[in-house]
């Protein structure tokens, strides 16, 4: 018997890196999937995998899937809504999808400032007020993924710190709004992990490293699957105590 | 196949509470149990509840407020079943006091059970836990993250617990090993059960740390011990997790 049988879970962000391990943990113990992304080849790719009769992590599990744009909060309404068509319930919100670059700060412009603020404030507060009257009927729960750079400051990251910043403390707020009701709201805060957003970060050639020592650690990254056995264990019923948490999972990173 | 076999976890408080509910469920998924309680009376009802359901454990009765018993009781853990591969910090004392009402003789009893005797529980332990790369999961409390009247002491201590877990984890960062701390809220426990309320509270200072939701109980902290301490939580290192139904989050 698997943890999220008879559960229904959607996820952004499942083309790749966290989102499309936790699609595939969270199929692997049961659960049916919605994944979303804008990456329509890579969320196809993560949905054979799941579908694949194989032997491989998730296979023979259940997923269908939504080619989605969060940073138009009309289509995080219309993904939600295309969930509960579909699948009759929605027990699991997991917000996964987000961008982030390096940029020296009299570098970015306000184009790149206001889409990575569309992508992961926007697209992340839009599929939480989309699903929480699903997540209410269901008496399920949700989970965002902000980062450290939600409570480390760090170099070069400063647009990504305030949007990270800002979905730990929207996940706090929307704990305490929703506290006398049966729901659950959380976020996990994972350090650097070995995704394909983080190779593909473009340093500025004049980079002092020395400001980036904080924020690179000692123990280099963490994998994808560590922070899908994280999300699926939050994401259960085996934490109903677990509320309003931001939980680092970060390899040491914030404990200085 | 269970993420405790072959795994020996060093626990305090086993007697009761988050320190039995814990030594049951790392026994049910293939743990040897070296429990350490005080109450060597509350620790053979744990054993057997262990036993019962076909798993191992052993106690020695310590008082954790003894450096040499720290040590005499690692160093008896390590006789009996080889090595240390989880230390589990979980007992801890609490009581409800005016601050003019605290006595020298509480304050140091709370000091060497809750702070004193983690530290040199965890001084001894380390050499083994690095032996077998393992890992160190110390109960904190909300009362570490938070200001809450008429537990000074506590607070205090707790307080202490949340960074010393951080202090150590960087001491610590480069080596195979985690260590890590819960923060549990209020929880179905004789811990718990036991606060006196003393006379002229003014119980508008307690709601923020009464909160809105039910206690938690000792099997969910429990169930959360085993996520952190097993090789799950392979990437959480130097975390205070709190498990608190929201207390913490305003």
Not at chain 1, 53 to 59: F, K, L, P, T
């Given at each position: 018997m698997g943890r999220y049988d008879g559960k229904v879970v959607a996820l952004t962000g499942v083309a790749s890196g966290m989102g499309r391990a936790s699609a595939i943990r969270i199929a692997s113990e049961g659960g049916t999937v919605f994944g979303m992304d804008i990456n329509a080849e890579g969320l196809a790719a993560t949905a054979a995998q799941i579908t694949d009769?194989?032997?491989?992590?998730?296979?023979?599990g259940t997923i269908t899937t939504r080619v989605t744009d969060i940073s138009d909060h009309t289509e995080c309404a219309a993904a939600i809504q295309e969930c509960v068509d579909t699948?009759?319930?929605?027990d699991v919100l997991g917000n996964f999808a987000a961008i982030s670059w390096m940029r020296n700060t009299p570098d970015v412009t306000f184009e790149e400032w206001r889409r990575m603020f569309a992508i992961n404030v926007d697209g992340t507060y839009f599929m939480c007020q989309a699903a929480l009257p699903h997540v209410l009927a269901a008496e399920g729960n949700i989970v965002n993924i902000a980062s450290n750079a939600a409570s480390m400051g760090q170099a070069y990251l400063a647009p990504y710190c305030a949007t990270k910043g800002a979905v730990a403390q929207l996940t706090r707020a929307l704990a305490m709004e929703y506290v006398k009701q049966p729901i659950r709201i959380n976020a996990i805060a994972p350090g650097g992990t070995d995704t394909a957003m983080n190779a593909n970060y473009e340093l500025a050639a004049d980079t002092d490293f020395d400001l980036m020592q904080a924020a690179m650690g000692h123990r280099g990254f963490g994998q994808p699957e560590d922070i899908a056995a994280l999300f699926a264990f939050l994401a259960s019923d085996d934490a109903g105590n677990i509320h309003g948490s931001i939980i680092n999972s970060d390899n040491g990173l914030t404990a200085s | 196949m269970n993420r405790f076999d072959g795994k020996i976890a060093l626990l305090t408080g086993a007697a009761s509470g988050v320190g039995k509910a814990t030594a049951i469920r790392l026994a049910s998924e293939g743990a040897k149990v070296f429990g350490l309680d005080i109450n060597a009376e509350g620790m053979e009802d744990t054993k057997a509840t262990v036993g019962a359901a076909g798993g191992e454990m052993t106690c020695r009765v310590t008082d954790i407020g003894s450096v040499e018993e720290c040590h005499a009781a690692a160093a008896a853990c390590v006789e009996t079943?080889?090595?240390?591969?989880v230390l589990g910090n979980i007992a801890g004392i609490a009581n409800q006091r005016h601050v003019h009402q605290v006595t020298e003789a509480e304050w140091d009893l709370m000091n060497n059970v809750n702070l004193k005797g983690m530290f040199f529980l965890t001084q001894a332990a380390l050499p083994h836990i690095l032996e077998r790369e393992g890992n160190i999961v110390n109960i904190a409390s909300n009362a570490g993250l938070m200001g809450q009247a008429y537990t000074v002491p506590y607070c205090a201590t707790k307080g202490g617990v949340v960074n010393m877990t951080k202090a150590l984890a960087m001491e610590f960062v480069k080596q195979p090993i985690r260590i890590n701390a819960i923060a549990p809220g209020g929880i179905d426990t004789p811990l718990v059960h036991n606060f006196e309320l003393q006379a002229d509270i003014d119980f508008a200072l307690m709601q923020p740390y009464i909160g809105f939701r039910d206690a938690s109980t000792a099997e969910q902290i429990a169930g959360l011990f085993a996520f952190v301490a097993s090789d799950e939580g392979a990437n959480i290192h130097g975390s205070i997790i709190s498990a608190d139904g929201g207390l913490t989050t305003s």
């Open positions: 009769a194989g032997a491989g992590a998730g296979a023979g699948h009759g319930r929605l | 079943y080889g090595g240390i591969d």
